[in-house]
């Protein structure tokens, strides 16, 4: 008679929690790239000048782009002069790992695009990516202090500090135009 060997179940050990935590990359980019949307945005939109929200998504869009690869490409000139090798390899990915940069400003880049076919005004779409970034911003306090571990009062006292840059940007838009 042919035996087959069972395998030997073993009990599963503690299972690791996954981490949710951003990285700090992710999150400085992230936060980089609403405000500098948030701050091209505003000043794009001119009273006086012909609405082309067409444009200014592009310079959005390739502002944020152009960013993100200064900023990855100063961490290769600081890599550099660690001394470490690593050359073209750790550039490229330096600058890749700044694409939150580019992902945090495609809502306002989205929001003037819908103003290109008069569904509103370029201004409205400001106006409203604004106001979105604002909340991002404070929803990004929040959930980066609940993911430090902090308790639901000082993660919304963090949520409505990061919520006062949006408010600046917000009150220069209004005071400038």
């Known amino acids: 008679m042919h035996h087959r060997a069972h395998p030997v179940r073993r009990p599963a050990g503690p299972r690791r929690k996954v981490s949710q935590r951003p990285t700090e990359t992710v999150l400085f980019s992230g936060v980089y790239g ?15 000048e012909a609405s082309d929200p067409g444009s200014d998504a592009l310079w959005v869009l390739l502002t944020a782009l152009a960013s ?24 490229l990915r330096a600058m890749l ?6 992902v945090a400003a495609a809502p306002t880049v989205v929001l003037l695009l819908t103003a290109m076919p008069s569904w509103w005004t370029e201004s409205q ?41 949006g408010f600046v940007i917000i009150g220069a838009n209004a005071v400038i135009k």
């Not at 500098?36 to 939109?45: E, G, K, R, T, V």
């Not at 961490?75 to 390899?89: E, K, L, N």
């Not at 979105?132 to 202090?145: E, F, I, K, S």
């Open 34 to 48: 609403l405000i500098l949307a948030s701050a091209l945005a505003a000043a794009l939109d001119s009273p006086g």
């Open 68 to 91: 993100a690869a200064a900023h990855g490409y100063a961490h290769v000139v600081a890599h550099r002069m660690s001394g470490d090798g690593g050359g073209a390899r750790i550039g």
């Open 125 to 165: 779409a400001v106006n409203t990516a604004l106001a979105l970034n604002t909340l991002l911003l404070a929803c990004w306090g929040v959930w980066t202090a609940r993911s430090a571990g902090r308790g639901w009062a000082a993660s919304l006292r963090a949520g409505a500090a990061d919520m006062l840059i």
């Open 97 to 102: 790992a700044e694409w939150p940069v580019v």
